[in-house]
């Protein structure tokens, strides 16, 4: 199908229209003109698009199109993996619906009262968007009712089932009508998501937006060696020596981000943090300082930042490599939207991170290109073309009269033009050059080839990585049966507080007082600390290495 030149020619109201107008939006994307004119004819759609491309107004503009106003009930519905995305899901189509009277949206999740969540669904709404836990609860408890859903949406569906909510969604799926239009938005279309289509679409409309548009061509993608240690130092560099306001910086656990925050609000670089610990409020606190340039940097996790919707983020920092492919094109597509330019840097420090890049420019079919640290001399230089715009500036406006008499004073004090114009400059830019000496940030013992990579290892050895994860560590887990703890539940948990990607987790053995579970080994102490004393299904939970455990096997759920 052609993409079409505007909003318009998809046949939409002139409410939308007027809203989109408003939003900045001048033409549909591939994947909003491809999905538009399916949905509008009624008909289940399977759309496969990245974050970065549109896809929320895709499904949100026929979704209002199609709501009667005069009945108040929930007539559409979307799930989302997070509240974070579950929040900024609902303010794309409370913007949409500007224009359309008598609209009511409303975002139901965990982490906020839900008594404050029952109080706005008395009062009535047309359109629910919410996390899978949060919607079983309402529905367990009789406050909301599915009768005259028409359309419900699952976005982000492969994340959600990564995080163990299958058979959550497959229990909100069948508390829905039987006539109704069910759409399926996933990055990625694993077997159980395909599964889940046969069971619950009449023959969909599959829209694939081909990878090479996945991938923004906006953003310039870069690697950058550096010692661990000298990472946050080697951010707050690129951010000095680059100017740049807004970053987000993505870790993989939530005491890294801690600490990185720690560490560059050390160096001078205002930093706020988000992650699963966080309350809903702080986390609603922090990204309002975040969009208002209330802070310069937003130190996240993969979960916690499926909701970071910010248009004028200029960098986005790999401080660890994700541990899934798929991660990374989510990451940097937090820059580079709305046609700005945006750039990436991945922070490499071992072997391993070595192997990670060239996956991932294997799955996203793209070139990332090596960048230097940058020097002092970089920083001096940028700051020094910033000092001369500003002087520039001030030359065209008059100088206040005080000023002139306090520099003439300090001439006939015998002080010279440079030596007033050298402390001037020692104050405004001393600061950035505090180091004695150059620092080193590449590793002393690497072995990266002119294109990135070492190529010492072998075909049959890719071909083994690609086939599995690797070694296996198997964990005890002192919940059970007893407990009425799923697999599902286990996966969900370690996903969801470490932020490993839940098909990451290998074999699940469920017994009636404990469990085992397989994760990679390379995580798997990771994987320990963080979960000792989390709640599962209301229970705490002790885990620990089991004896004996190191296995290489395919992962898969024991059920």
């Known amino acids: 199908m052609q993409q079409s030149q505007n909003f318009q020619a998809l046949g939409l109201s002139e409410a ?98 839900i008594d404050k969540q029952i109080r706005a669904l008395k009062k009535g709404v047309h359109v629910i968007v919410g996390t899978p836990g949060r919607m079983i609860d309402h529905l367990h408890r009789g406050t909301l009712k599915l009768d005259h859903v028409r359309m419900i949406v699952l976005d982000e569906a492969d994340e959600m089932l990564n995080m163990g909510f299958r058979e959550d969604i497959e229990h909100i799926l069948q508390r829905m009508p039987e006539e109704k239009q069910t759409v399926f938005f996933s990055a990625t279309m694993p077997r159980p998501i395909m599964e889940l289509t046969k069971r619950y679409q009449q023959n969909p409309e599959i829209i694939k937006i081909a990878r090479k548009e996945l991938t923004v061509e906006r953003i310039e993608q870069y690697y950058c060696e550096v010692k661990e240690p000298l990472k946050p130092q080697l951010i707050a560099r690129f951010i000095q020596a680059y100017g740049y306001e807004l970053s987000v910086i993505f870790c993989n656990m939530k005491r890294t981000a801690d600490e990185v925050a720690d560490s560059l609000n050390r160096l001078g670089i205002r930093a706020e943090v988000i992650h699963g610990d966080l309350s809903q409020a702080q986390r609603d606190k922090v990204m309002r300082q975040f969009r208002n340039s209330n802070c310069q940097v937003l130190v996240a996790t993969d979960v916690a930042a499926r909701g970071i919707d910010v248009e ?49 420019e294997r799955y996203t079919k793209g070139k990332i290109n090596k960048i230097d640290p940058p020097t002092k001399q970089d920083i001096l230089a940028f ?4 000092l001369q715009a500003e002087i520039e500036n001030l ?35 001393g600061h950035l050059l505090k180091e004695e000496q150059e620092v080193s940030f590449r590793p002393e013992k690497t072995s990266f080839s002119s294109n990135g990579y070492n190529q010492d290892l072998t075909r049959k050895k890719r071909k083994s990585r690609n086939r599995d994860n690797g070694p296996m560590t198997r964990l005890f887990l002192s919940v059970g049966k007893k407990d009425r703890v799923r697999p599902n539940d286990i996966v969900g948990a370690i996903a969801g507080e470490t932020g490993i990607p839940g098909k990451s987790i290998g074999e699940i053995e469920l017994l009636d007082n404990f469990s085992f579970v397989e994760v990679p080994q390379d995580v798997a102490q990771m994987v320990v600390r963080e979960m000792q004393n989390r709640q599962i299904k209301g229970k705490r939970v002790n885990i620990e290495v089991s004896e004996g455990s190191k296995k290489k096997r395919r992962p898969r759920i024991k059920q």
Do not use: W
């Open 383 to 386: 700051h020094l073309k910033k």
């Open 312 to 360: 004028n983020v200029e960098a986005v920092f790999n401080y660890d490599l994700p541990l899934d492919e798929e991660y990374y094109v989510h990451r940097i597509g937090r820059t580079g939207r709305a046609g700005r330019h945006g750039v990436a840097i991945n922070l490499v420090s071992s072997r391993k991170d070595q192997y990670r890049l060239r996956d991932i």
């Open 16 to 113: 939308i229209c007027s809203a989109v107008r408003d939003m900045g939006y001048e033409t549909p994307s591939d994947i909003q003109s491809q999905t538009i004119p399916f949905l509008l004819s009624g008909r289940d759609v399977i759309g496969q698009a990245q974050t970065g491309t549109g896809k929320t107004a895709a499904f949100a503009i026929p979704l209002l199109e199609s709501i009667d106003p005069e009945l108040v009930a929930p007539q559409a519905v979307v799930l989302c993996p997070t509240r974070e995305l579950a929040v900024q899901v609902e303010k794309e189509i409370y913007k949409l619906s500007k224009y359309q009277k008598g609209i009511y949206s409303l975002a139901i999740y965990g982490g906020e009262s």
């Open 395 to 429: 030359q065209a406006a008059q100088p206040h009269d005080e000023i002139k008499t306090a520099l003439h004073a300090l001439y006939e004090a015998g002080i010279s033009a440079e030596e007033v114009a050298m402390v001037l400059l020692q104050k405004q830019l």
